[in-house]
């Protein structure tokens, strides 16, 4: 009788060893995502000088897997011609590609998206704008994650200089990506507000990663007023929203950095 319950009380005493670990384990197998959504104020700081460093830092320090970046100049005059999408892959040492919206100032201005995993395939879709307005435009990378899942990621920009350049942006950007084969995660400076008509527009496609009750501001960096940057994803049951924060650095650049950590729900 003792042996049998010197074999019980082994045997509890591995399953209460053993438990942890499954948790663990089971813990592990989560597909997460980090994607940060940062204007990079064409690699100038908002005390005027330009450093590369400094971006890079804040981007490094986030860790993310996915960046989509706005303002991004590529050999520009005012940005000493450098190519800074290229130049931030090499500090981060992340995979760098840029997406041209318009020409300016002897180069091209658009958006760039660095990816800690290499693309299986990439596409810039010109966003329509309206007569007078900067263009703008949608960079897409389809990647396959670690876990053999493949996803697709989007950085853009919309208009800042009317709520009807950005309403025409917002239902082509549904147009395009709602058609998508792949889990789809959105991210950039879209300009415009919380119940804004462009906002409500992509909400319905996209689910937002905000507090709806009490939006987390993002510009300007050095006193965040209003919430203009974002990280929605579609379809809206394959991903759920793990963590958000707001990093402001009032020298890197005039908009607050969006950082949010996803998990894909396997189906």
Not at 54 to 65: R, V, Y
Not at 66 to 75: G, L, N, R, T
Not at 124 to 147: D, F, H, I, M, T
Request: proline fraction near 5%.
């Amino acid at each position: 009788m003792k042996y049998i319950k010197s074999k019980i009380a082994i045997a509890f005493l591995i399953l209460l060893m053993v438990a942890p670990v499954v948790a663990q384990e089971k813990e592990d197998t989560k597909v997460k995502v980090k994607v940060l959504s940062f204007n990079i104020l064409g690699g100038r700081t908002t005390k005027g000088d330009f450093n590369l460093d400094a971006l890079a830092k804040l981007i490094t320090d986030a860790d993310p897997d996915f960046v989509a970046m706005q303002e991004v100049d590529y050999k520009v005059n005012r940005s000493k011609k450098y190519d800074l999408a290229t130049e931030l892959g090499w500090r981060t040492k992340m995979a760098p590609i840029f997406a041209r919206a318009m020409y300016y100032d002897g180069g091209e201005y658009g958006e760039g998206v660095l990816s800690k995993y290499s693309f299986l395939s990439t596409r810039n879709v010109p966003l329509p704008y309206k007569e007078g307005q900067e263009p703008r435009a949608a960079l897409e990378v389809v990647v396959e994650l670690p876990s053999k899942d493949t996803i697709a990621f989007v950085g853009t920009h919309f208009a800042h200089e009317t709520n009807e350049g950005r309403q025409v942006q917002a239902e082509k950007i549904n147009q395009v990506f709602s058609k998508n084969k792949y889990p789809t995660i959105l991210a950039g400076d879209l300009n415009a507000v919380p119940g804004s008509g462009p906002i409500n527009t992509m909400e319905e496609i996209w689910q937002t990663t905000y507090n709806k009750e009490n939006p987390e501001a993002t510009h300007p960096s050095d006193n965040p007023r209003v919430k203009i940057d974002y990280v929605m994803f579609h379809p809206k049951n394959h991903w759920r929203v793990l963590e958000k924060k707001i990093i402001a650095d009032t020298y890197a650049s005039d908009h607050c950095a969006y950082l949010v950590t996803l998990e894909l729900i396997q189906e």
